[in-house]
C-alpha cells in the first residue's frame, strides 16, 4: 500500500530565504506526483506535475524534483515571500487514471 | 475554461440528520470525479471517485455514499450523520491522467 508522507509538518523562516519541502512514499511504482498549496479553509490548487518519467519540473519560483529510485520529491521555493505561506502537500498516483494519495502536508509560514 | 463548483462552503448538521453535497463541473465531458475528506491532523482521504455516470467506487468503508447521476454532477450523501463524519469534504475533477482539480470544499460540523 502506497504512503506518502511529508518533513517538516511546519517550516517558519524569514522572507527571503530559499527552503526545500521534502516528499517520500513507500511504492517507487509510481505513474506522477504532483505538488498542491492549500491555504486556510479553501481547496487545493496545483502546482506542479512531475510525469514518472521526468526528473523535475520549474514554474516560475518553483522547482519540483522526483527521484523514482529513492522514493523522494522535493519542493524548492526561491526566494520566499509571505504570500508563499501556505500549506503544500505532495500527492502521487500509482496507475494512469487512478486517485491521488497524499501526504498530510507542510505548513509553511513566511514571515516579512 | 473548465470550471467546478462545491456547496455549500459551510455546514452545521445535527447527529443522525441526513447529508446531501454537490458538486458540478462545467467546461469538459467525461471527467474524472473524486470526492475527498479532510479531517483535522490527517491527510487527504480518499472516499470516492466516479470514472463514468453510475460508476462509482469506494475506498474506505463508511457511512457515506456517493452518486453521480449525470455526466458532471456528483454527490456525497448520508442517511444519519455521525459525529466522526465533521471534516473539510474536498470535490475534484481530473480528465484522466493529469492534474487534479480541486472545488473550494465544505466544513462540515456534525454536532
Known amino acids: 500500500k502506497q504512503e506518502v508522507t511529508q518533513i517538516p509538518a511546519a517550516l517558519s523562516v524569514p522572507e527571503g530565504e530559499n527552503l526545500v519541502l521534502n516528499c517520500s512514499f513507500t511504492?517507487?511504482?509510481?505513474?506522477?506526483l504532483q505538488w498542491f498549496r492549500q491555504d486556510p479553509g479553501k481547496g487545493l490548487t496545483s502546482l506542479l506535475l512531475?510525469?514518472?518519467?521526468?526528473r523535475e519540473q520549474t514554474s516560475g519560483r518553483l522547482n519540483a524534483s522526483l527521484d523514482k529510485s529513492s522514493g523522494r520529491s522535493t519542493l524548492y521555493i526561491a526566494a520566499s515571500q509571505p504570500g508563499d505561506s501556505a500549506t503544500y502537500l505532495c500527492?502521487?498516483?500509482?496507475?494512469?487514471?487512478?486517485?491521488?494519495?497524499f501526504g498530510k502536508g507542510t505548513t509553511l509560514s513566511v514571515s516579512s | 475554461s473548465q470550471t467546478i463548483h462545491q456547496w455549500p462552503a459551510t455546514l452545521v448538521q445535527p447527529v443522525g440528520s441526513p447529508l446531501s453535497l454537490e458538486c458540478t463541473v462545467e467546461?469538459?465531458?467525461?471527467?474524472?470525479l473524486y470526492w475527498y475528506r479532510q479531517a483535522a491532523g490527517r491527510g487527504l482521504q480518499l472516499l470516492f471517485y466516479?470514472?463514468?455516470?453510475?460508476?462509482i467506487s469506494s475506498e474506505v468503508p463508511q457511512n457515506l455514499s456517493a452518486s453521480r447521476p449525470q455526466d458532471r454532477q456528483f454527490i456525497l450523501s448520508s442517511k444519519k450523520l455521525l459525529l466522526s463524519d465533521s471534516g473539510f469534504y474536498l470535490c475534484?475533477?481530473?480528465?484522466?491522467?493529469?492534474?487534479?482539480?480541486f472545488g473550494s470544499g465544505t466544513q462540515l460540523s456534525v454536532l
Open positions: 512531475i510525469q514518472s518519467s521526468q
Open positions: 500527492a502521487v498516483s500509482n496507475q494512469a487514471g487512478t486517485a491521488l494519495i
Open positions: 466516479s470514472v463514468g455516470i453510475g460508476q
Open positions: 511504492d517507487s511504482a509510481i505513474y506522477n
Open positions: 475534484a475533477w481530473s480528465p484522466g491522467y493529469e492534474k487534479l482539480f
Open positions: 467546461g469538459t465531458s467525461n471527467p474524472n
